[in-house]
């Protein structure tokens, strides 16, 4: 495998003692263990703090140790079998397969929970990481597409997830919480089987080193020294992936520890298949336990409760932003296709329009189950209150996102570029979660505003980034997602805290409209109409800034001010967007591909065709959502997201033409 960044791996290099600061940050991790664990017996009962002690604090430290190791072997294992230096089980899928088998589990067969939490962990996690291999084996797992189909599965189950969270009720919120990763024992069971399974894992590692290190350079080689290397590899994922969701099973997900632990292994000085599986779990060990040490500081001296696996997330985040430039290079996973121009798009646009009536006609009459159409004028009188806002929502935020795709994939040159993924969405929910902190209660207009602003600052961020790396389009989309990560993490330390706005935040989440209010609806109708039509009136600009700075200029635009306007306008309308649907539909990626495809072209057109076919594609998800499943309502964003997802990844499989 080849080592990123090896001059800064050999400044980080102590030719005498390697991993000396790796020693001193786990004295400081110690102490700020023991500082911790002080603060949280003091004042309690003598009896009760010595149980607490024994059996809370005590089995947490070690758990945090043999949890760090387990997932700093797994990556390693990963990174190795897959040949991918960004592989880890937070960037394959294989957490978020897990914690979506065991909601599923814990609503529909809660006896599994009890008998066989891990083995259900497992089930998730492997087949989440199958269907991560079979979609990247079309373009030899190659590794951005690998983390990309990676993503996108764990997007969706985490969706899943969610409205499966939704549909339990209250006691089932609890449940998400968890899945954040929260450290906390009862006892020492789960530390003496995380322990034991570690073990082996470690002997497991060292058994497949050689045949590992033989892989590292090429299958043919190792076919060539009489080694199986479909066998090797599927040992190797196999105790990655047991590794990975027994934890998950334990404590929920703690993210991108695999990948931070292996790594700066490589980067400390660990070059072989046995120096790895050495240093990688001794660093992964001080890590969680450096981390989790500083939560539970945290929780003695402010009195909150927060997610450890959210904090490491937020460091997880901006590693994998680091490592993207020294990922193998590839061509790039889409590009631009030749479309036809329709002769008439003023007729075919008609059309849509005509469509979109029909779909809300359908919609406002459908009998609940789907079964028929309403016939008695009282039903319709009785229910009509309640559609109708949700189905004008819909209908808006479909539009405002299609646009800011269409304006996304035009600025950046990216066919795969959409709010969705590139933490556009994310970041708009990190503002509305930041703004629930401080009011609970706030106004449309104030969660407008937080939304915007979290948009424009993840958005500023990617593009810079982007532009300082030079980042292609593939890994322009891979830099969005790890935004989006970082902002979920977010995210979910607000939810950790509970109180009103946790239920706020795992509804918007999951993109659920049932719950859309008459203002609200009238909200986002009033921000569509006024922000479509700025669009279609810039859509020379768009034109003229795809011919790049030079000629941009020389036709008198400035490419930095129009630009500017340009992402902010997509901003904003994925911002407005977000509030009624949730950050996780893919309509601004679907929409600007069918309204190319259909043959809208030019800016203007195109812009006209993805609003109304955004608009179309969720009326008709909405309609789907609530009567698929009746007398159950599915969220609206999350219905979306299940067609938008596989959409996404024939996008990134796309062979180049």
Request: charged share 10%; aromatic share 6%; glycine share 10%.
């Amino acid at each position: 495998m080849t080592d990123l960044q090896p001059s800064l791996a050999f400044s980080l290099t102590v030719k005498s003692r390697p991993f000396v600061g790796w020693f001193l940050l786990f004295a400081v991790a110690m102490t700020l263990f023991t500082e911790a664990s002080r603060l949280a017996l003091d004042g309690l009962a003598p009896g009760f703090a010595a149980r607490y002690l024994i059996d809370g604090l005590a089995p947490r430290g070690v758990f945090a140790l043999l949890g760090g190791a387990g997932l700093g072997l797994a990556g390693a294992l990963l990174q190795r079998a897959l040949r991918n230096p960004a592989a880890d089980p937070s960037t394959l899928g294989i957490g978020a397969g897990a914690q979506l088998a065991l909601s599923a589990a814990t609503l529909f067969a809660p006896a599994l929970i009890t008998e066989a939490r891990s083995l259900v962990a497992f089930a998730g996690g492997a087949v989440a990481l199958t269907v991560v291999l079979l979609l990247s084996r079309a373009r030899q797992y190659d590794p951005v597409t690998m983390i990309l189909c990676g993503i996108v599965v764990s997007l969706v189950c985490g969706a899943l997830s969610a409205s499966l969270i939704l549909a339990g009720g209250d006691y089932m919120l609890s449940l998400y919480l968890w899945g954040g990763g929260a450290l906390a024992q009862d006892g020492w069971r789960d530390a003496i089987v995380l322990g034991a399974l570690v073990s082996g894992a470690i002997i497991a590692a060292f058994l497949l080193r050689r045949p590992l290190a033989l892989l590292g350079l090429s299958d043919e080689t190792a076919r060539g020294l009489g080694v199986s290397s479909g066998a090797i590899r599927l040992s190797a994922i196999i105790v990655a992936t047991l590794l990975a969701t027994t934890i998950t099973a334990f404590v929920g997900i703690i993210g991108f520890v695999g990948l931070m632990a292996a790594t700066l292994a490589r980067l400390s000085g660990a070059r072989t298949a046995k120096a790895q599986f050495l240093a990688a779990p001794v660093i992964g060990a001080i890590l969680l336990f450096a981390t989790d040490s500083l939560v539970l500081l945290i929780d003695a001296v402010f009195e909150t409760s927060t997610a450890t696996g959210a904090v490491t997330a937020l460091v997880g985040g901006p590693l994998l932003l680091w490592l993207l430039p020294g990922l193998p290079q590839r061509p790039a996973a889409a590009v631009a296709v030749a479309f036809r121009r329709l002769a008439r798009p003023l007729a075919c646009l008609a059309g849509l329009v005509a469509l979109i009536v029909l779909a809300a006609v359908i919609a406002l009459l459908l009998e609940p189950d789907g079964a028929g159409f309403l016939l008695d004028i009282q039903a319709v009188a009785a229910l009509f209150p309640l559609r109708w806002p949700r189905l004008l929502a819909g209908l808006c935020a479909g539009a405002m996102l299609a646009v800011s795709g269409v304006i996304l994939q035009r600025f950046t040159a990216n066919p795969i570029a959409s709010p969705e993924v590139l933490g556009i969405s994310s970041g708009a929910g990190l503002g509305l979660a930041a703004l629930l902190v401080v009011s609970p209660y706030a106004g449309t207009g104030a969660e407008l505003a937080a939304t915007v602003a979290g948009a424009l600052t993840a958005l500023a961020a990617i593009l810079a980034f982007a532009r300082a790396a030079r980042l292609s389009p593939d890994r322009l989309l891979l830099g969005g997602i790890a935004v989006a990560s970082l902002a979920g993490a977010g995210v979910t330390l607000v939810m950790a805290r509970g109180g009103p706005e946790s239920t706020r935040l795992l509804d918007w989440m999951s993109g659920s409209t049932l719950r859309v209010s008459a203002g609200l609806a009238l909200g986002e109708a009033a921000l569509a109409i006024t922000l479509v039509p700025l669009a279609l009136v810039a859509h020379r600009w768009l034109a003229i800034l795809a011919l790049g700075p030079t000629a941009t200029r020389g036709l008198g635009l400035s490419p930095r001010k129009a630009g500017t306007l340009m992402v902010t306008l997509a901003a904003v309308l994925t911002a407005a967007a977000t509030l009624a649907v949730g950050p996780l539909s893919f309509v601004g990626l679907m929409a600007p591909h069918l309204a190319r495809t259909i043959g809208f072209a030019r800016p203007r057109s195109q812009i006209a065709g993805a609003a109304l076919i955004g608009a179309l594609l969720m009326a008709v998800t909405d309609t789907a959502a609530r009567s698929l499943a009746f007398p159950y309502q599915l969220p609206t964003g999350l219905f979306a997201a299940l067609v938008g997802g596989p959409y996404l990844v024939v996008m990134v499989l796309r062979k180049p033409r």
